[in-house]
């Protein structure tokens, strides 16, 4: 759990984004591969940025990639993928049925904004109040 926790405070948000986007994409589609035109999509970025990212992430073994191939995560992405969208979900549960906000826009900006910052002992503090 403690590499865990460094892995995270290491990376930025934007890697966490990337991470996120392909591990949700991957879940769609067989065999766990995504794309660079999925990822722009969903990231609502453009295909070069996409590119750029692509090579750090490459870089700190958090993708399988080569250019104009697939990509699919490794298991250093995926963990921080599912922990990412993790403390989205917890965050979104918070603000819907904790807090009562009926907004949905603004629940999930709240919750991507801050899934970035969650620790794990907040993450679980609010998992113990919401369950």
Not at 53 to 71: C, G
Request: hydrophobic content about 35%.
């Amino acid at each position: 759990m403690e590499v865990h926790k460094n892995i995270m405070r290491k990376i930025t948000e934007s890697y966490e984004d990337y991470l996120k986007a392909i591990y949700l994409i991957s879940k769609r589609n067989r065999g766990g591969w995504c794309s660079n035109s999925e990822i722009s999509e969903i990231l609502n970025v453009k295909p070069p940025s996409v590119s750029n990212m692509l090579y750090k992430l490459k870089e700190n073994d958090y993708i399988d990639w080569a250019p104009r191939k697939s990509i699919r995560l490794t298991r250093k992405g995926k963990m921080i993928a599912e922990e990412t969208l993790q403390s989205y979900e917890i965050l979104k549960e918070f603000f819907s049925n904790i807090l009562n906000i009926d907004d949905d826009s603004l629940v999930e900006k709240l919750s991507c904004e801050i899934e970035h910052h969650l620790t794990p002992d907040v993450s679980e503090a609010i998992q113990n109040l919401i369950h």
